[in-house]
């Protein structure tokens, strides 16, 4: 993996460039999301594993699979990826980008898990006290776990906030046993 993000981070480094100057970084993020996804899928991947098709014919394949419309530089930036052999990345580029881009815009992804469905004005609430603390803006994905019990588990980062039943009840399970 760490191989793949080192190949990955001058593609996705330069896809970045590009967005910024062409004041489209939500476009290229979308792009980059669908390419990922269309790379990951097992058909693809043997394709593009498949010494025998050749790259214009890969490009050709992997851009119609990708969907049509895409700008001239999103099709140039592909078949880059296909010439230097370097579809299998674009999961790691995706993701790059998606940091490249959170960093410019003072942006942080927080995933939300939830034991219970949260209503639009708690979720805002939850939001604004997650920027209030984080000093940037929150991007909030909110999931559901039942097996939270009660309560919420956030992730910004590589930072976790554990307002669970379930963390409350292993924390005080741990001091039990210490």
Do not use: H
């Not at 992997?62 to 010439?83: M, S, T």
């Amino acid at each position: 993996m760490a191989e793949n993000v080192t190949v990955a981070r001058p593609y996705a480094e330069a896809a970045f460039q590009l967005a910024r100057a062409g004041n489209s970084l939500a476009g290229w993020s979308d792009i980059l999301l669908r390419m990922a996804a269309v790379a990951r899928d097992p058909d693809m991947s043997a394709c593009i594993d498949n010494p025998r098709l050749l790259n214009e014919d890969l490009a050709q394949f992997f851009l119609g699979v990708v969907g049509e419309g895409l700008p001239v530089e999103q099709q140039n930036f592909a078949r880059i990826l296909v010439d230097n052999e370097r579809l299998g990345v674009l999961p790691e580029i995706c993701e790059l980008f998606a940091e490249l881009k959170n960093a410019f815009e003072d942006t942080k992804e927080a995933a939300i898990a939830s034991a219970f469905p949260l209503d639009a004005a708690a979720l805002s609430t939850l939001v604004a006290d997650l920027e209030q603390r984080f000093q940037c803006k929150i991007r909030a994905s909110v999931s559901l776990d039942p097996e939270l019990i009660g309560g919420v588990r956030i992730a910004v980062g590589d930072q976790v906030i554990d307002a669970s039943v379930r963390g409350k009840l292993a924390a005080m399970s741990a001091a039990l046993q210490n």
